[in-house]
């Protein structure tokens, strides 16, 4: 809001030019920008999809450096991917069309990116990707959550890509994650206390962590209220 319209474009053009070869490097391609936004297919595999999400965050951190030298804000972007059947086709009239992707995944896919704002991380990938990577071994995940997302009846499961993070976030992450994995299963048990004596020793380790502290906010809240008899751990989003 405080650039002018032609600013506004060259920083979009800018920072597309940078990101998008990335995509196709790992394989993939465009279907179509959104503003800042890109919808993107990835035909061969989810590796090439997860490679290509940590190859765009890099390019990202390499832009902030030179922003940051020219007085600018850096920037922080989330990516989220999700596998699945779809189409990709041509929507519009005669005179106006342009591609789209359609399916309930794209959909789903489009609310993994939105709640990389909510989790506080870079890039979020479904259960369905971490079963379907050909080298899971070549990541470092962590389950974050078990949610129900707005306009859905059942569950995903979501985990964030490690390797995404800039260090020493990254490190620390990783360093933490036997108390993050604990914490995470005595609150999908209801053992709030435990689970909320592990998720403050991470936040001593690692300050920035910004979901536990919002397993933290949720024990909060869930003891502050009766807590369901079916409890099971399953978070429901009411908002995008």
């Known amino acids: ?5 032609q600013e506004n474009f060259d920083f979009i053009n800018a920072y597309l030019q940078r ?7 790992y394989n993939g391609f465009i279907v179509k920008y959104m503003g800042d936004g890109v919808m993107a297919v990835f035909p061969d595999g989810v590796d090439d999809a997860v490679r290509a999400g940590i190859a765009k965050l890099q390019q990202v951190r390499d832009y902030n450096q030179s922003r940051t030298i020219q007085g600018y804000a850096p920037l922080n972007i989330g990516i989220g991917i999700h596998v699945g059947d779809m189409m990709v086709g041509i929507v519009g009239e005669a005179n106006r069309m342009q591609a789209d992707a359609l399916s309930d995944n794209v959909n789903l896919t489009a609310r993994l990116e939105g709640l990389t704002k909510y989790y506080g991380v870079s890039l979020l990938i479904s259960k369905e990707v971490v079963q379907r990577l050909r080298e899971p071994e070549a990541y470092q995940v962590r389950l974050l959550d078990r949610a129900i997302v707005q306009g859905r009846t059942e569950s995903i499961t979501v985990y964030e890509v490690l390797d995404a ?5 990254r490190s620390l992450k990783i360093k933490t994650l036997p108390l993050f994995e604990e914490g995470l299963q005595q609150y999908c048990q209801g053992n709030f206390a435990n689970a909320k004596v592990c998720f403050e020793q991470i936040l001593e380790l690692n300050p920035d962590d910004k979901t536990s502290k919002l397993y933290l906010e949720r024990i909060r809240s869930l003891l502050d209220r009766n807590i369901p008899e079916n409890w099971n751990g399953i978070w429901k989003f009411n908002q995008k």
């Open 165 to 169: 993070e800039v260090e020493p976030i």
């Open 19 to 25: 990101i998008s070869p990335e995509i196709r490097n």
């Open 1 to 5: 809001e405080r650039i002018s319209s």
